[in-house]
């Protein structure tokens, strides 16, 4: 039978590349076959006295977990499975922005390194085309009190087929596809991923009122008529009109720091 062009081949991630290619930029990149969960595995870590810009990244993750205790699976080798632990030294009352620095990030870098025309559904689910392409789930670690510690997961679905993702959702080289761009090869996304959020989350550590801006730009949630369902069961229909100094989405005048929201037709 022919492979055809939605079933690249899937190499291995050469973690001496990714150490050789990263160390200048503060990161710790290690690379293991599988595991339960890579936030999980860094929190550990994060406890045990860990450093920032510890990276860890899976092959296969079987006990992955998204934004309210979804899971996330990918099939071995098709995705990037990683968690990266940070230590911010801002003000406490900034750590809930973490996770949306890292959404502008990764949307900045595949629109310039793999041409895909990605944005942010509040918080930080990327999307292309109202597919689902990755998601992010943050942590925050119990450390000494006056210090900070945050983990940061990210499932991105990068050669992934069609017949191998959910309802829904849709890969990098789907997106590739579609607008006639050539395949990037995983590791060398992993890379100018990782340089990306690297830079970002420092900008946002000198700057932490600046990242409303850029978020507010790549946000496809704001203008929009959403459903948000919130944590206790209720459920509220409105227009989000923006992004609060605080990371909350303004629907209708009320703003939300947690909830799923679904964008309406």
């Given at each position: ?111 310039r390194f793999a041409g895909i025309p990605a944005v942010v559904k509040w ?93 507010r730009s790549v946000c496809a949630t704001l203008g929009r008529q959403v ?18 100094a605080h990371g909350r989405l303004v629907v209708d005048g009320r703003a ?10």
């Open positions: 039978m022919r492979t055809s062009a939605a079933q690249p081949r899937r190499l291995p991630l050469d973690s001496g590349l990714l150490a050789a290619s990263l160390s200048g930029d503060g990161l710790d990149v290690r690379v293991v076959q599988e595991t339960g969960s890579t936030n999980a595995d860094l929190v550990a870590a994060a406890k045990a006295g860990a450093g920032e810009g510890r990276v860890l990244v899976a092959e296969l993750q079987w006990a992955g977990r998204g934004r309210l205790d979804r899971s996330w699976t990918s099939p071995p080798g098709a995705g990037l499975t990683f968690s990266v632990l940070f230590r911010p030294t801002v003000a406490s009352s900034n750590l809930g922005w973490l996770p949306l620095v890292t959404g502008v990030s990764l949307v900045t870098t595949l629109r918080p930080n689910d990327i999307l292309v085309d109202g597919a689902k392409l990755a998601g992010i789930l943050a942590e925050a670690v119990p450390v000494q009190p006056g210090e900070a510690a945050v983990v940061v997961g990210v499932g991105l679905n990068v050669d992934t087929r069609a017949d191998e993702l959910p309802p829904g959702a849709t890969s990098v080289v789907l997106c590739q596809q579609q607008v006639s761009h050539p395949p990037t090869g995983r590791g060398e996304l992993f890379i100018e991923l990782l340089r990306g959020l690297v830079g970002a989350y420092r900008s946002w550590s000198t700057e932490p009122a600046a990242v409303g801006e850029a978020y459903r948000v369902e919130l944590p206790g069961g209720s459920v509220l229909i409105g227009t989000a009109t923006d992004v609060d939300f720091a947690a909830g799923d929201v679904i964008h309406l037709r």
